[in-house]
Every structure is written in structure tokens, then in C-alpha cells.
């Protein structure tokens, strides 16, 4: 299977804790998003990666959350502390960005799913 | 900042009837809009997108419209089967942040037999 996978797929948590997310992106794609998705919306923008530099931070990001591409290829997503609140749908994609290539299409994994009780 | 807003919230048709999802977007610059389909505990699958340059595109039973003037577009799905049922979002980027995607607040679109 050569498309965006992540790990794990289900995370039960109690408040408080930390946790920490991986998705490794289709394999030649050297843009990489994570957006988030509550029950009933459509997924909302976090941040993004070209290769190993992390280019935006949408202002739902807050201090306890950080993410990292070290070497361009997989990325974490940790939450810190974890609330109530961040219990949603962590979604990871990835794109392939070049020159010759205006349009940004996007491919999407499986999704982590957070329970924080 | 680009604002997408889909309708209808959910869709309830007939096998084998036809069904239409419509969008509207806000920047006049969006120049990409991709559908996903999400089907229950998965990941959202690109299906069809369109650039700003075409008024149509089809593929087999699912085509997408666009018309730049009014700012919308909108998905077509025929001769529907059980299996498109699924949440369906249209998206629009954010040409202010190039590469990020705004998303419509999906579409639940039901096929029953």
C-alpha cells in the first residue's frame, strides 16, 4: 500500500496525559498537512510541512500542541496535557509540490481517532 | 480568508436516482476545488477535483461543475448505488496560504435500495 498511513488509528486517553501521533506520507510527496476533525465538520487546518520546515501554524494549534518532520519524510504530532476538548479526528495528507505542478492535490490517511476522558 | 459553505447537510435519494451537492466559496482567486469522500472511521478520498480553468469534468457516474462567476460548484453523482453512501466535502484553497484547504461542512448523503 503506497498511500498516507498512520499510527495508531484509536487512542484512549485520560486528561492530562501526552500523546504523540506518526504519519508517514505517500512516499515522493514533500508537503505534508495534519488537520483536525470534530463530529459532523469537515476536517480544519493545523499546520503544514515543506520537507522538514514547518511553514504555518493555524491559531487552533496551541502551545501544548507540537509537531516535527526531522528528516522529511514522517511526521509526530504530540499534544501535551491533553484535555477534554481535544478529543476529534487527528487527520494527516500529503501532497507533491513542484514547479511544474500549480494545483495541490491533497491525499488524506486513516486518521488517528482521540478519546481524552 | 477563503469561507466554503455546502448544502445540503444531508441528502436522502433513491438507488439508482441522482444526486446534487452544491458549493460556495468567498475568494475569487480559489483557482482548485477538490471533493472528498469519507465513509465511516476512514480518512477523507480525493474522488474529483477541478481546476479553475474548465466548467466541467467528469468521471464515469460522479462529475463536479464549476461556475467562477456566482462563486460556486457543485458535485453530481448518477444512477446511485448503495455504496456512495458516505459524508461528501467540497474544499476550496486558501490562496492567501497557498496549499491549505478550506473545507465545506459535509454532505451525508444517503442511497437507499
Known amino acids: 500500500d503506497t498511500g498516507v498511513s498512520q499510527d495508531p488509528r484509536h487512542k484512549i486517553t485520560k486528561r492530562g496525559q501526552n500523546v504523540t501521533f506518526r504519519c508517514d506520507p505517500i512516499?515522493?510527496?514533500?508537503?505534508l498537512y495534519w488537520y483536525r476533525q470534530t463530529l459532523g465538520q469537515g476536517p480544519e487546518f493545523l499546520t503544514y510541512?515543506?520537507?522538514?520546515?514547518?511553514?504555518?501554524k493555524s491559531r487552533l494549534l496551541s502551545d501544548r500542541f507540537s509537531a516535527e518532520r526531522p528528516k522529511g519524510s514522517f511526521s509526530t504530532l504530540e499534544i501535551q496535557r491533553t484535555e477534554q476538548g481535544d478529543s476529534a479526528m487527528y487527520l494527516c495528507?500529503?501532497?507533491?509540490?513542484?514547479?511544474?505542478?500549480?494545483?495541490?492535490?491533497?491525499?488524506f490517511g486513516p486518521g488517528t481517532r482521540l478519546t481524552v476522558l | 480568508g477563503e469561507n466554503v459553505e455546502q448544502h445540503p447537510s444531508t441528502l436522502s435519494v433513491q438507488e439508482g436516482d441522482s444526486a446534487v451537492i452544491k458549493c460556495t466559496y468567498s475568494?475569487?482567486?480559489?483557482?482548485?476545488f477538490p471533493w472528498y469522500k469519507q465513509e465511516l472511521g476512514k480518512g477523507p478520498q480525493l474522488i474529483i477535483d477541478?481546476?479553475?480553468?474548465?466548467g466541467e469534468k467528469k468521471d464515469q457516474r460522479i462529475a463536479v461543475t464549476l461556475n467562477k462567476t456566482a462563486k460556486h460548484f457543485s458535485l453530481h453523482i448518477t444512477e446511485t448505488q448503495p455504496e456512495d453512501s458516505a459524508v461528501y466535502f467540497c474544499?476550496?484553497?486558501?490562496?492567501?496560504?497557498?496549499?491549505?484547504?478550506?473545507f465545506g461542512a459535509g454532505t451525508q448523503v444517503v442511497v437507499t435500495p
Open positions: 475568494d475569487s482567486a480559489s483557482n482548485y
Open positions: 495528507a500529503s501532497s507533491l509540490i513542484a514547479s511544474t505542478r500549480f494545483y495541490n492535490e491533497q491525499f
Open positions: 512516499s515522493e510527496h514533500n508537503r
Open positions: 477541478i481546476r479553475s480553468n474548465v
Open positions: 510541512f515543506q520537507n522538514e520546515a514547518q511553514l504555518e
Open positions: 474544499a476550496a484553497p486558501i490562496t492567501d496560504s497557498w496549499g491549505k484547504l478550506q
